[in-house]
Structures are given as structure tokens and as C-alpha cells.
């Protein structure tokens, strides 16, 4: 599915939203906090984030999908309006702080079969990522959206197996967690 970026408007960098998501480096929130309560006394703004998601910062980008996530979790319905975010290209990203974001907020929205099978490929491929949180919660998105799905949950079940099997800790705890939950 061929899905063009879209560029943050440039009234979007004047935000309030976006100020308070800018600023630090990878490892820092920014006042992603304050961002949230805002959004929080006024749902409408939802579609700001949606917008700052396509920042050209990436960190912007990234604090936007990672708020994107946790109101997804709390009220998916506000976030369901901008599910496209998830299956475009950001989907495909080199920072594997934005797919974490996604592969954690895929099972929480609605989709149609072809946006579903969409989601399959984006956690499978999440699944085979080099980064080990990416890889981790990608299979425990994949364990949820393959629901009654014979053949995908196989793949989840060998997934799982190998994860329980490497050396990474990380992993197997998420596996014992998947486990756990089935």
C-alpha cells in the first residue's frame, strides 16, 4: 500500500503542542506530560497531533505518535479518526522509537481487511527487528490482532518459541507474558 507522507502544516510549527514537544534528544520526553494534559482538557486537538506525527523533527514526529498511543489505550475512538498514521510510511521508519509507538497502538484501533492484512505485515516485519523493544511488543500486538486466525496464530507460536529461546531477556519476559495471557 503506497501511502505518501504528509508535511506538517506550517502553521503547526507556531503550536503550542508542537513547543512542548520539541527540544532534548531521543532520550527525553520534552514536556510530553503538559502535551498530554492539553490534549486531555481538549480532545479537539487530537488532529493537531495527528499533524505534528508528519513533523519534520523527528522527535517531534516521535512525541506525537507516542501520545497518540497512550490516548489510544485510554480512548482509541479519539485516535481511530488518524489510523492512517500508522499504516503509512512511519510504518516503515528508520527510528525504531516510531515503530515501537505504532507496533504498540496497531491492535488498539479498528481496521478493514485490507488495512488488516496491512497490520499483519507491519508487526511481522516488527517482529524480525533488530531493535529488541520493537521486537517485543510487535509479537504481543501480533498475538492480539490474530485473534481466531489459525495460520497467524502458528506464527505467533513460533515466534514465541524462538523468543523464548534467545538470550535476550527482554524477550522471553514478553513471551511468558503472551503465554500467559492465551
Known sequence: MATRKMKAKPESKRSPLRRLLSGGDRRSIAKSNQARSLVSKGPARIAEVATLANDD???????????LDKIAHERADLVQPHKG??????????K?????????????????PSERARVVEILRRGVEFPQTFVRAWALDSLATVAGDDKALQAVVARALEDFERSGSKALQARAKHIRARR
Open 96 to 112: 525504531w522509537e516510531i515503530r515501537l509507538q505504532i507496533v504498540r497502538t496497531l491492535p488498539l484501533l479498528q481496521w478493514t
Open 85 to 94: 498514521l500508522f499504516i503509512g510510511p512511519h510504518a516503515d521508519s528508520d
Open 57 to 67: 523533527d523527528w522527535l517531534v514526529s516521535m512525541r506525537a505518535f507516542d501520545l
